[in-house]
């Protein structure tokens, strides 16, 4: 059973590089896509972007001046990060499988918080 | 970019009742890749429906999808208490992959 847990720091102070880590256990990341998406309080849920095994990459534009997303398959792992980050970017942020018909597998989440 | 619209934004239910929650496109979603989740307090988003009208694995039969072009809708028959929650559409056809704003579904 695939399982995603997300990692990192969950207090980023103003116009620093937010980073988190997914990693995936119980099965392979190859034939996937993997996204990010963020859910800020009482919001709709963004769709961040994604990252294929082979490293290629698909932004949403209203953040793609901001984000890098990247693939370690070695360690069963992808990343993001997102630069230049204001209080607008606090959010809880999920990895999630996607399979191109639907995102199927998520991870529970973590929270991140943008303050001085 | 696809916006989605869903209605109602809140649907006060009893038990045993039918849900009927919609879901509107600002623009045809090419192959009905339409998806629909459900989302419990403090819990991750789950995925109850994709290709507009099949279901996720595990998911009850009393969940039903359909629709095509700019006009879906998410139906539960029989409501069940675990099934109060908030639930979302989200498109996949066209990028940026977009959600609607969500129908909360809450005891009546």
């Known amino acids: 059973q695939v399982q995603l847990q997300e990692s990192g720091p969950g207090l980023v102070k103003p116009s620093e590089t937010l980073s988190l880590s997914c990693t995936v256990s119980g099965g392979s990341l190859n034939s996937y896509y993997w996204s990010w998406i963020r859910q800020p309080a009482g919001k709709r849920l963004e769709w961040i972007g994604r990252?294929?095994?082979?490293?290629?990459?698909n932004y949403n534009p209203s953040l793609k001046s901001r984000v890098t997303m990247s693939v370690d398959t070695s360690k069963k792992q992808f990343s993001l990060k997102l630069n230049s980050v204001t209080a607008a970017d606090t959010a809880v942020y999920y990895c999630v499988r996607d399979g191109l018909d639907a995102f199927d597998i998520w991870g529970q989440g973590t929270v991140v918080t943008v303050s001085s | 970019e696809i916006v989605l619209t869903q209605s109602p934004g809140t649907l006060s239910l009893s038990p045993g009742e039918s849900a009927t929650l919609s879901c509107r496109a600002s623009q045809s979603v090419s192959s009905s890749y339409l998806a629909w989740y459900q989302q419990k307090p403090g819990q991750a988003p789950r995925l109850l429906i994709y290709?507009?009208?099949s279901r996720a694995t595990g998911i009850p039969d009393r969940f039903s999808g359909s629709g095509s072009g700019t006009d879906f809708t998410l139906t539960i028959s029989r409501l069940e208490p675990e099934d109060f929650a908030l639930y979302y559409c989200q498109q996949y056809g066209s990028s940026p992959l977009t959600f609607g704003g969500g129908t909360k579904v809450e005891i009546k």
């Open positions: 990252v294929y095994t082979s490293g290629s990459t």
């Open positions: 290709g507009a009208s």
